[in-house]
C-alpha cells in the first residue's frame, strides 16, 4: 500500500504551548487528507477534512481557531493544536486519500500527545 | 442514528475459526468501503478495499459489500492470534468529502 508519514510519532508539551503535526504522503498525490482524534479504547472520531489548497472543513464541535489545518501542498498537510490543554492530550492521526481508478485512504501512524 | 453502525466486541474465538465482522450504515451515497485493522498504540492499517456491491478476496480475508442492505462484512479464515486486533470499517462517498469509520470490533484470537 501507499506509505504516509505522520510526525512526530510522540510529543510532550507544556499547557497554553502550540504544537505542529506533520502529514505527508510519500509515494502519491493527496488531494484530501482527514484528521482523527482517537480516545483509549475508542474509534476514530473525524476532526476535519482538508482540500489541497482551500479551508479545512471541520466537523461539528470542533474548534476551528483551536484545531488550525495547513493542506499546502498535494502531499503535506499539518494540524496544529494551539494554546494546548490537558484534556488536548490524545492520539491524532492522519489519512490521506489516494484518488484515481480506485479511492483508497491510507494512514500515517499516529502521534501521541501529552499535555501537561 | 450515527452513520456507520459496527458492534465494538469484544469477540474472543479459537485459533483456526473463521471470524465475521459486519458494519450497516446508512447513507446510500457511500461507494468505497473499507476495512482497517488496528494494533494497540498503532495507526490503522488498510485491509481490503471494496467499490460498489460485490465480494473481493485476498488470501484469508474477504469482503463483501450489499449496498442493498446497506451492510458491508469481512471474513478471516483459518484466524491465527496475531490477528487479534481491532477491526474498523470505513466507507465514503464519491465526493471523498468524509471518510467515517465504524466504532471498531475488538477481535481477540486465542490459542
Redesign the interface.
Known sequence: GAVVSQHPSRVICKSGTSVKIECRSLDFQATTMFWYRQFPKQSLMLMATSNEGSKATYEQGVEKDKFLINHASLTLSTLTVTSAHPEDSSFYICSAARQGRNTEAFFGQGTRLTVV | QKEVE?DPGPLSVPEGAIVSLNCTYSNSAFQ?F?W?RQYS??????LM?T?SSGNKEDGRFTAQVDKSSKYISLFIRDSQPSDSATY?C?M?SGG?????????TRLAVHP
Request: net charge positive.
Open positions: 459496527q468505497y473499507m482497517y498504540r498503532k495507526g490503522p492499517e488498510l478495499y467499490y474498523l470505513a465514503f471523498y468529502n468524509k471518510l467515517i469509520f465504524g466504532a471498531g
